[in-house]
């Protein structure tokens, strides 16, 4: 399968849909708008007649305006303070090429309409742009980006681990991701392609970010093990279990089933960590990390799921808001309804054992000095 060609956010505005389904990645968005207003001020401050700024991976949804006005907010706020000309923003939007860019480009037109209207003279010009492809690879000519924002996207790879599938022999078979019955072999090859995927990703960066003041915001989903009952491996476990019952039932070929693996990872922060360090060209200059409840609407603290059945329901709408086309690419559309169904029911069966919680990790990134750089 070719992932990049296949993959996509559920589109328009329905009950599933991918716009009406992020509040999860919309926590990330609201986390990091510390570290938008940090960047903005390190730019503004050397009077730039323009900003460039990239989202990477922004879908079609409210966040991907919510992003683009924080970074306006932040310019119109440091400059109205320290009564500097506001820089003009050119805003790259990037995505797969499946993505929604109608969409994201109207929302956009709106917004700049709304707010010429509201702040008149005091407008931050701005200028958005939609950068079709992978950022596993280089999209935009060297030095010409401020600064790069990425989240909820890095845990996407760029295709199923090389290896996983050899000359028609399964090595996950039954499962879709790394779970209880894959192999260590299983989550080794994973691991590898986060690694290739994420120094390509940092190597790309490299050349397009400007020295100096340029940082790169991410958020993306990240693990402390492979046993909490948040972790990503139920996540996709209860997937699984839906999709072997309807094998069972001879509703799904069993031979669909072990060949489809997600080309997803979670990493842990070491990974992460040693990945930077190995690709050489970035610092990490903060790290943050947040959790997050598997049901976005649930907004308490507290370790106990009140409607079990509801937020069964919520999770496997947010689930399917992300992985539809491409589970449907692979399955057709008619398992659709009964596969979520299913997924529903089990992760209801699942919060009985606590409240899970996804694990999100931030990091704002810098540029090494040419002098760091080469000595590692
Ligand atoms: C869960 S959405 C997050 C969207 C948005 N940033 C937000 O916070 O709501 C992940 C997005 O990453 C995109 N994506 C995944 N892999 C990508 C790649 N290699 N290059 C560009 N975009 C990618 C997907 O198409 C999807 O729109």
Same mark, same amino acid.
């Given at each position: 399968?070719?992932f ?5 956010? +559920?589109g ?10 992020s509040q999860?990645q #919309?926590k990330?968005?609201?986390? $990091?708008?510390? +570290?938008?207003?940090?960047s ?6 050397t009077?730039p007649e323009?900003?460039?700024v ?10 991907t305006?919510?992003?683009? /006005?924080? $970074?306006? @907010?932040?310019v119109? #706020?440091?400059?109205?303070q320290?009564?500097q000309?506001k820089?003009e923003?050119q805003? %790259?939007l990037? !995505? ?5 860019? @109608? ?9 700049e309409?709304?707010?010429?209207e ?10 958005v =742009?939609g ?5 596993y690879?280089?999209?935009f000519?060297s ?5 790069f924002?990425?989240s909820?996207? =890095?845990?996407?790879?760029?295709q199923v681990?090389?290896? +996983?599938e050899e000359?028609?022999s399964h090595l @996950?078979?039954?499962e879709?991701? $790394?779970?209880?019955?894959? /192999?260590s ?5 994973y691991?590898k392609?986060?690694?290739? !995927?994420f120094s !390509? ?10 020295f100096?003041a340029g940082?790169?915001i ?7 093990d492979?046993?909490?009952i948040?972790?990503l491996?139920?996540?996709w ?11 069972? #039932? ?8 072990n060949a489809f693996?997600?080309?997803?990872y979670s990493?842990?922060m070491e990974?992460v960590?040693s ?5 050489g060209?970035?610092?990490l #200059?903060k790290?943050?990390?947040? !959790? ?5 609407f ?6 106990f799921?009140?409607d079990?059945s509801? /937020?069964?329901?919520?999770v496997?709408?947010?689930?399917? /808001? ?12 008619d ?6 169904s299913r997924?529903a029911?089990n992760i209801?069966?699942h919060?009985?054992?606590?409240k899970?919680? %996804? ?5 704002f ?7 760091q750089?080469?000595?590692?």
């Open positions: 399968m070719n990049e060609r296949v993959f996509q956010m +559920l328009g505005g329905g009950k599933t849909s991918y716009a009406k389904n999860l #919309e990330a968005v609201i986390k $990091i708008k510390p +570290l938008v207003e940090e903005i001020q390190q730019i503004c401050k009077i323009k900003l460039v990239a989202d990477l991976g922004c879908s079609s949804g409210p966040n305006l919510l992003v683009l /006005s924080q $970074i306006i @907010n932040a119109y #706020e440091y400059c109205t320290s009564s000309q820089p923003i805003y %790259f990037n !995505d797969l090429p499946n993505n929604d860019f @109608n969409n994201i480009f109207q929302l956009s037109v709106q917004y309409k709304k707010i010429r509201e702040k008149g003279d005091d407008y931050v010009p701005f200028y =742009v950068v079709p492809g992978s950022f690879r280089r999209l000519p030095k010409s980006v401020n600064i924002h990425s909820y996207s =890095v845990h996407w790879l760029s681990p090389e290896g +996983l000359e028609g @996950n078979e039954k879709i991701y $790394i779970n209880k019955g894959s /192999s072999i299983v989550a080794d090859l691991l392609q986060f690694m290739r !995927d !390509d990703f940092l190597k790309s960066r490299s050349k397009e970010l400007i100096g940082r790169i991410l958020s993306f989903l990240g693990r402390a492979w046993q909490s948040g972790g491996l139920y996540t476990g209860l997937i699984a279990e839906a999709l072997n019952a309807m094998v069972l #039932e001879g509703l799904v070929e069993e031979d669909k089933l693996n997600l080309p997803f990493p842990s990974e960590i990945i930077i360090n190995m690709e060209s970035f610092q #200059e790290v943050q990390t947040f !959790d997050s409840n598997w049901d976005p649930d907004l308490s603290n507290d370790n799921v009140e079990k509801l /937020s069964g329901k919520n496997s709408n947010y689930m399917r /808001s992300i992985t539809e086309p491409l589970i449907a690419s692979h399955f057709g559309n398992i659709i309804e009964d596969l979520f997924y029911k209801t069966r919060m009985f054992a606590g899970p919680k %996804f694990l999100v990790f931030i990091l990134l810098k540029l090494k000095d040419e002098e750089a080469i000595c590692g």
